[in-house]
């Protein structure tokens, strides 16, 4: 049977909808949940989060991936980051700063400390940065993660290079192994946070 949706990359104009489709993905993430307690400041503040990350980070590096079912309604996003810019620029970083402040409020410090712990363990080799991949809650399980994850993980096979990424709720670990990631260490989140699991996945040669 044909996939009822197809995998590409995203367009400028794609960015607010694949934020709110992460947003609803991440609303009861573990980490999310800690960052943001409050249901409804979530609700409004991450999808202004993925749109922000997206627009001024990942958008520019060609790492945007959708998929999108024959309506035209966008079921899952993936955000990459290719070898070398995993980091944003101080420019990036001011001008992502007052919609940051919009969407974490008062837990923007917390959400700070939690990005340079991330940034602190963070791999030095070349590779794909994995930043979010997340499927709206109503296409969960029709293979949109999978279709998303492996169209960029052919990629890095046939390039040779390196996939990482972090996962952000333990019961996810086993999904990404299937694909050839290994957790390489636990991430302690400070302030009493959840656990992150750092993942690496090395490319697979042909044949």
């Given at each position: 049977m044909a996939e009822s949706f197809e995998v590409r990359p995203a367009q400028r104009a794609d960015i607010d909808a694949l934020?709110?489709?992460l947003g609803a993905a991440f609303q009861e993430d573990?980490?999310?949940?800690?960052?943001?307690?409050?249901?409804?400041r979530r609700a409004a503040g991450a999808p202004r989060f993925f749109a922000t990350q997206t627009r001024h980070q990942h958008f520019a590096h060609g790492?945007?991936?959708i998929a999108v079912?024959?309506?035209?309604?966008?079921?899952?996003a993936a955000l990459w980051d290719p070898p070398g810019n995993w980091r944003p620029?101080?420019?990036?970083?001011?001008?992502?700063?007052?919609?940051?402040?919009?969407?974490?409020?008062?837990?923007?410090?917390?959400?700070?400390?939690?990005?340079?712990?991330?940034?602190?363990?963070h791999p030095d080799e070349p590779h794909w940065y994995l930043a979010v991949?997340?499927?709206?809650?109503?296409?969960?399980?029709?293979?949109?993660?999978?279709?998303?994850?492996?169209s960029r993980l052919d990629r890095c096979d046939r390039d040779g290079v390196p996939a990482y990424l972090e996962s952000s709720n333990k019961s996810n670990v086993p999904y990404y192994e299937r694909f050839g990631f290994e957790v390489t260490a636990t991430i302690?989140?400070?302030?009493?946070?959840?656990?992150?699991?750092?993942?690496?996945?090395?490319?697979?040669?042909?044949?």
């Open positions: 934020a709110r489709t573990p980490v999310m949940s800690w960052v943001v307690p409050d249901p409804r790492g945007v991936d079912d024959r309506s035209g309604r966008i079921g899952g620029s101080p420019r990036s970083e001011l001008r992502m700063f007052p919609q940051m402040v919009r969407a974490f409020g008062t837990r923007l410090l917390v959400g700070k400390r939690l990005a340079d712990t991330m940034s602190g363990v991949l997340g499927t709206d809650p109503s296409v969960r399980g029709a293979g949109y993660g999978q279709a998303l994850l492996r302690s989140v400070p302030d009493g946070g959840p656990d992150l699991w750092a993942m690496w996945r090395p490319p697979v040669p042909p044949g």
